[in-house]
């Protein structure tokens, strides 16, 4: 068996949560090895900002910048600071052994004093080949009312929502601030919203229900035009005409891999010490971005934690944290 390569801080994923935690590592002299993924459906190079056209809510980018120049941009600064890439996935983790051992698909085992998990959470999409498509090429359907709502070709549109949560009826309320209506899809006849979020989105004028209807199909060529509705009660269907869609039926994170090895909230995200803390129930494991953030999950929040998992792991190396966690 070859010889495993010894490493101070691995950091798993792509996105903006790990890019900042390699420069932040990077610059504290850590020399970061960064598992980006192979771009498979659960590790995203990127993330899924590479599912965003334009990003206009990250500071510094007056203009505007598209999740992919973003994230190539952040890339570049990493890799600038001499932080190394591997562009893999991690199959599997033994946090039970120190140093911990991460096992690549390319069957490359690394040790490491330290991991900084950052693998994100996937948008759970309908799964329609159109949805994906226009989607991908920012034709008007997205997962994210907050990242995209906002752009001008929403404004003062009839906007579908589809979705029956508290995530679904967030979203509607913010769409309503720029949309001409917003239109609910939901598959029920009732809502699994909190009471509150129910009532506010029942008491905004601009915001009406389509009960017991499944979005079937996406229209439109370069941008969505209408969505194809579907009756789950008596199967009839018939369109409804929109200038966007954005499907709000929850993320799942990139947890997988961890085969329960760090403690995860109840909804499988990654639980921490405290909320404004990256510290998980691993001595010397860390957690940022999506992955354990089920409420914000924006890229500028991401970036932030990414700062304090790699502030959080150089002070753990610093203070003896591998010799104590070795010796417990």
């Known amino acids: ?38 771009g498979s459906r659960t590790m995203i190079p990127g993330g899924q900002l590479m599912y ?39 199959a599997e983790v033994d946090f039970s052994v120190r140093p911990l051992l991460l096992t690549t698909s390319g069957g490359t085992e690394i040790e490491s004093d330290s991991v ?19 989607a991908q090429s920012g034709g008007g359907v997205s997962a994210c009312a907050v990242c995209d709502g906002a752009l001008p070709h929403f404004r003062d549109q009839v ?3 589809v979705g029956g949560g508290d995530s679904a009826m967030e979203d509607a309320l913010y769409m309503a601030k720029f949309a001409k ?11 699994r919203a ?11 004028e601009k915001i009406r229900f ?4 499944t979005v079937v199909d996406v229209i439109g060529d370069d941008v969505i035009t209408a969505v194809l509705l579907r009756d789950t009660v008596t199967a009839e269907e018939r369109q409804l005409e929109v200038g966007g869609l954005f499907v709000a039926i929850g993320h799942d994170p990139n947890t997988g891999f961890l085969n329960g090895q760090v403690a995860l909230k109840p909804n499988g995200f990654v639980e921490t010490a405290t909320s404004w803390r ?25 970036a932030g934690t990414g700062c304090m998992a790699a502030l959080e792991a150089e002070r753990w190396l610093a203070h003896g944290g591998p010799q104590e966690a070795a010796a417990g």
């Open 1 to 38: 068996m070859s010889e495993r390569q010894h490493e101070q801080v691995v950091i798993i994923g792509s996105g903006p949560a790990s890019w900042t935690a390699a420069i932040y590592a990077a610059r504290a002299d850590l020399s970061p090895l960064v598992i980006e993924g192979a």
């Open 278 to 302: 990256t510290i998980t129930s691993v001595p010397g494991v860390f957690a940022a971005g999506d992955v354990m953030d089920d409420f914000f999950k924006q890229a500028v929040t991401a």
């Open 194 to 204: 909190s009471k509150i979020m129910q009532e506010r989105a029942f008491a905004e």
């Open 52 to 90: 965003t056209t334009e990003v206009e809510n990250y500071p510094g980018f007056p203009e505007g910048v598209t999740g992919i120049d973003m994230m190539a941009d952040f890339k570049a600064q990493a890799v600038r600071f001499e932080t190394r890439v591997i562009m893999e996935d991690v």
């Open 116 to 134: 900084i998990i950052a693998t994100g959470a996937n948008a759970n999409w309908i799964g329609l080949e159109n949805e994906e498509r226009l």
């Open 210 to 213: 389509e009960w017991n209807q």
């Open 159 to 161: 906007i579908a929502i």
């Open 181 to 191: 209506e917003v239109v609910v899809v939901h598959r029920r006849e009732e809502l």
